[in-house]
């Protein structure tokens, strides 16, 4: 698995050999491929010669080379060999071996004309060349035709996974088993590899750590989002550690970027996958850790590395491969320094690891795979200073997750992890609703929106357009008539009206317990038992029989009725207060 730093170094030495030699100019790259560092390498005319690829040359696996045809070809002979259209060679990791010759949508381009070497940039895990994602060492003609085609891959020890014949140049990539995979893609956005970059695109990379955080505690964390629903796939098994996954899934982290980053985070090798991904502090301080030696390389890297070329090949001397160790803090390192508080930390986890339980011990030896949870009752050991300039960086910063939120640390714009930890409740998040009382809630539940409202609750048979059964009298109880919607012109006017008074007392609260029943006035059509007033409605049938004189008195009462006050209805006493009073005896 290629190391961040080390991708960076390869595109540190086609650079400057680019630089020197090239046609090309430091220009961006074609809109199309993925945003580009600022190192990367782009077209500009400057008179030279373009870099068109001649031909491509690659050394056979030992399998290949028993069975190459004639036993006098250079394959057979462990030499480095050229490709040509009708090569069916792959290469790469079992299950994903892809053709080494280019192919465009699944067919072979017949030669390798006007192709030619247009940008450059790195990614996490690749580096990308425009026509190819490949790892580069750069020589000269007379270094390739007379040194590495013609000595043999026993003899010297590595192979060349592929070499891009490009004139007076030939780029190749070395490696030591030949597990590689070439992937060719007209465009680069449709390279399938891609890893966002922590030092160029931290809030991609943020992003993609959340989608991670998200998917891998689906089926650990339990929360209130009903997006969260793991399949038997998602579901990871505590007993993985954390360290194995980043060293899978993060580009640009291998065996010893895991540890220098661990390290520097403050997280135990040890810690489990639960462990890391449910606390928001762990991951925010490996993302910032990772951004510390990401930064690091991106700026120091070509001073250590320029005193090592001889003309445009890498070849350092013992003392120059030895300064790299004082990038390292932990990996194949004998003493490892830090602060004198942080020791102390790490001399009470050693104790608790390495000692047998015994009765004169303070505390339980604690198993190494629970050293990362917060059952095991250690602190993480973390020295903050490691990883300052990530926490002072303008742009994202993680301090709020780190260290615990305040209102200082807490960022306007929320970065992705932070989302993604506020929706799974595991961080504080601003109160936007308050407890409701117990009115809210009655009046929110299914059986009072049913019984004493005139809206609709939430399940198959609630909806706006639900017709209404309304009862009759006498021998249509059974037979109930159907109402569509309000006031049909199918049904009878009286049953209109009365369904119109029934949605008035419903909506006024009349329908309910100890609510008055009657109009309080003329003016209010809608009385109980009906759509107007009893009163009206007596006096106006009995109005064709009376007398003048008598209508003009019953009017008259009706309307002395109307206008005086009402007498005050009086309290009757219990027998409880009559005999407290002394009237009961």
């Known amino acids: 698995m290629p190391e961040y730093v080390e991708v960076l170094a390869n595109v540190y030495t086609v650079t400057r050999w680019l630089r020197d030699f090239g046609p090309h100019g430091l220009t961006p790259s074609p809109v199309d491929s993925p945003a580009m560092p600022n190192n990367a390498v782009g077209s500009n005319k400057r008179g030279r010669p373009p870099l068109n690829l001649n031909a491509i040359w690659l050394d056979a696996t030992q399998t290949e080379q028993d069975q190459a045809q004639p036993r006098s070809s250079r394959r057979a002979q462990g030499l480095a060999f050229i490709l040509d259209p009708s090569s069916k060679i792959r290469r790469g990791s079992s299950g994903s071996q892809q053709l080494v010759w280019p192919h465009i949508d699944g067919k072979a381009l017949e030669g390798l004309d006007g192709m030619s070497l247009q940008a450059i940039h790195a990614m996490p895990r690749t580096m990308v060349i425009n026509f190819g994602t ?66 160029l695109g931290y809030r991609e990379f943020l992003q993609a750590m959340a989608d991670a955080v998200r998917e891998r505690m689906a089926s650990f964390l339990k929360t209130r989002s009903r997006t969260l629903k793991a399949t038997a796939s998602q579901k990871p098994e505590p007993e993985k550690l954390a360290i194995n996954w980043v060293r899978t899934n993060v580009g640009g982290v291998g065996i010893y970027m895991s540890e220098e980053i661990f390290f520097r985070a403050g997280i135990h090798a040890f810690t489990t996958e639960y462990g890391f991904f449910s606390c928001p502090s762990r991951v925010a301080r490996f993302c910032e850790a990772f951004w510390t030696l990401a930064s690091r390389a991106h700026s120091q890297l070509p001073e250590l590395m320029e005193p090592c070329y001889n003309g445009f090949v890498l070849a350092p001397t013992e003392e120059q491969r030895m300064r790299y160790t004082s990038w390292l803090s932990v990996h194949a390192k004998k003493q490892v320094r830090m602060p004198e508080r942080m020791k102390t930390l790490w001399l009470d986890a050693q104790r608790r690891l390495s000692v047998p339980l015994g009765d004169d011990l303070e505390h339980e030896m604690v198993p ?152 309080e006035n003329k003016k209010d059509s809608m009385a109980r038992g009906g759509w107007h007033l009893k009163t009206e409605a007596k006096s106006a049938n009995d109005s064709d029989t009376l007398p003048i004189q008598a209508q003009a008195e019953v009017n008259l009462s009706i309307s002395q009725l109307s206008s005086s006050d009402k007498p005050t209805k009086k309290r009757r006493l219990g ?9 009961l005896v």
């Open 368 to 519: 190494p795979r629970q050293l990362g949870d917060a059952s095991s009752g250690l602190f993480d050991i973390f020295e903050p200073t490691f990883i300052q300039c990530a926490l002072e960086k303008s742009g994202i910063s993680l301090r709020h997750l780190v260290f615990g939120p305040s209102e200082e640390s807490i960022p306007k714009d929320n970065d992705p992890l932070t989302l993604v930890y506020t929706e799974l409740d595991v961080l504080p998040c601003k109160r936007v609703f308050s407890m409701a009382d117990e009115h809210v809630r009655n009046t929110q539940s299914f059986r009072h929106i049913v019984y004493n409202t005139n809206s609709v609750a939430i399940g198959p048979l609630e909806y706006c357009a639900t017709g209404r059964r309304l009862a009759r009298g006498g021998s249509g109880k059974r037979n109930p008539l159907l109402l569509i919607c309000r006031d049909s012109p199918m049904l009878p006017e009286t049953f209109n009206k009365r369904h119109t008074a029934s949605i008035q007392h419903i909506s006024k609260g009349l329908h309910k317990r100890g609510k008055r029943k009657r109009a």
């Open 575 to 583: 027998n409880d207060q009559k005999l407290a009073m002394g009237i």
């Open 134 to 199: 490949i790892f580069l060492q750069v020589y000269t003609r007379s270094q390739w035709d007379d040194e590495i085609a013609e000595v043999d891959t026993t003899t010297r020890k590595f192979r060349v996974g592929i070499a891009l014949d490009v004139g007076d140049w030939v780029v190749a990539f070395l490696t030591a088993d030949n597990v590689w995979t070439p992937y060719w893609a007209q465009t680069a956005s449709k390279l399938p590899v891609y890893h966002p970059d922590v030092y």
